[in-house]
């Protein structure tokens, strides 16, 4: 199995320029998150699925779009990248059953917008 | 509404040195616990959980006992290794389950 992974690793984008983070996970899980990480603000919530077809804003949703097509992949768009959407991205994925489930996370994203 | 407060970092021990991130939370109901680390350009992973009042989760040397009547899960270790240096996050499953309440992290850096 190759959990949660994401596309691409790294990428640089100019302002005002729009572009997808792909998420996918294999292990058949119903919920899926997608998560930003700065220097001293830990992880925050940008937006998240409870089933293919669903979605739901979390802390910091504003300048991402995000579509849960198939169960098995979760996409962020941002539409018009800005400067303060520099940052590294996180895709996580839980089975959802239970408060107990862990979730688990892909490697990272590292977004620059210049 | 629900919330995680763990010690600000960076930590700093050298090899050996015994190990503790205090973590306290506030909720609703009764939460699951758990405790997160992420090493150097990599994702977050799992380090331990508990699920209910008094329980104890470890792994690789780690524990941390859920404690109801204080609402933390202070994370411990007897004697680091330089290879424990990494992000080390709290963070708590509301009943709910729709999404983990997370600490901001602590930075532990373990010296040779």
């Known amino acids: 199995n190759a959990g949660v992974t994401q596309t691409p690793k790294f990428r640089v984008l100019k302002t005002g320029q729009s572009m997808t983070l792909l998420c996918a996970q294999d292990m058949n899980h119903e919920y899926m998150y997608w998560y930003r990480q700065d220097p001293g603000m830990g992880l925050r919530l940008i937006h998240y699925s409870v089933g293919e077809g669903t979605t739901a804003k979390g802390e910091v949703p504003d300048g991402y779009n995000v579509s849960r097509l198939k169960k098995q992949n979760f996409l962020l768009g941002l539409e018009s990248a800005a400067p303060s959407q520099t940052s590294v991205y996180f895709c996580?994925?839980?089975?959802?059953?239970?408060?107990?489930?862990?979730?688990?996370f892909g490697p990272g994203t590292r977004l620059t917008v210049l | 509404g629900d919330s995680v407060t763990q010690m600000e970092g960076p930590v700093t021990l050298s090899e050996e040195a015994f190990l503790t991130i205090n973590c306290t939370y506030t909720?609703?109901?009764?939460?699951?616990l758990f405790w997160y680390v992420q090493y150097p350009g990599e994702g977050l992973q799992l380090l331990l959980k508990?699920?209910?009042a008094d329980d104890k989760g470890s792994n690789k040397g780690f524990e941390a006992t859920y404690r109801k009547e204080t609402t933390s899960f202070h994370l411990e270790k007897g004697s680091v290794q330089v290879s424990d240096s990494a992000v080390y996050f709290c963070?708590?499953?509301?009943?709910?389950?729709?999404?983990?309440?997370w600490g901001l992290g602590t930075s532990l850096a373990v010296n040779p």
């Open positions: 508990a699920t209910k």
């Open positions: 996580a994925s839980t089975a959802g059953t239970s408060q107990h489930n862990e979730q688990f």
């Open positions: 963070a708590l499953s509301p009943p709910d389950r729709r999404k983990l309440i």
């Open positions: 909720a609703t109901g009764y939460p699951s």
